[in-house]
Antibody
């Protein structure tokens, strides 16, 4: 059974940083691209970032480019998102999601970790 | 950039009824790049449909998808109590690589 478990969220001041983690199990982690998707309070889903299985390729939404960094440690089956220069509008539940083989869709998701940016 | 517009924003129906959810793209998109998700509060989103009309693993056959070009539809033939949730359509953009979601349809019990 595929499982994705996020952690690392919390309350942070504007301009601050956090590192989010996602531990994966139930599949060959290094063989699949992974992603982060977020949902602001009362809003819909927004894709944030993606990374290839080997970590050679990374992709970002324009809204986070230059402030967020995605990475992974395949020896630990763990995906990361370093979030920096945080703004109030980054307040959201951050979901870890597994890409399908073709990168078109997200076939498994975690339950999310909440990041709140407030002074 | 392509925009996905879902309608209605909220759909109030009773168990046993048929639900029809719409997703309209601002320009023509490849149907292979369209997916639908179900999301309940406090839970992980779940992939329902991919390639516009293929059901994901374990999805019951009361869910179906259709459409092409700019108009895509998710249909739930007979609503079960567990189907009341938010539904999102999603499109893959190849160049530049990105993923667009519609704003969602909330399916609520009437």
């Amino acid at each position: 059974e595929v499982q994705l478990l996020e952690s690392g969220g919390g309350l942070v001041q504007p301009g601050g940083s956090l590192r989010l983690s996602c531990v994966a199990s139930g599949f060959s982690f290094s063989s699949y691209a992974m992603s982060w998707v977020r949902q602001a309070p009362g809003k819909g889903l927004e894709w944030v970032s993606g990374i290839s299985g080997s970590a050679d390729n990374t992709y970002y939404a324009d809204s986070v480019k230059g402030r967020f960094t995605i990475s992974r440690d395949n020896s630990k089956n763990t995906l990361y998102l370093q979030v920096s220069s945080l703004r109030a509008e980054d307040t959201a539940i951050y979901y870890c999601a597994k890409f399908t083989t073709n990168w078109y869709y997200f076939d498994y998701w975690g339950q999310g970790t909440l990041v709140t940016v407030s002074s | 950039e392509i925009v996905l517009t879902q309608s209605p924003g909220t759909l109030s129906l009773s168990p046993g009824e048929r639900a029809t959810l719409s997703c309209r793209a601002s320009q023509s998109v490849t149907r292979h790049y369209i997916a639908w998700y179900q999301h309940k509060p406090g839970q992980a989103p779940r992939l329902l449909m991919y390639g516009a009309s293929s059901r994901a693993t374990g999805i019951p056959d009361r869910f179906s998808g259709s459409g092409s070009g700019t108009d895509f539809t998710l249909t739930i033939s007979r609503l079960e109590p567990e189907d009341f949730a938010a539904y999102y359509c999603q499109q893959y953009n190849s160049s530049p690589r990105g993923y667009i979601f519609g704003q969602g349809t909330k399916l609520e019990i009437k």
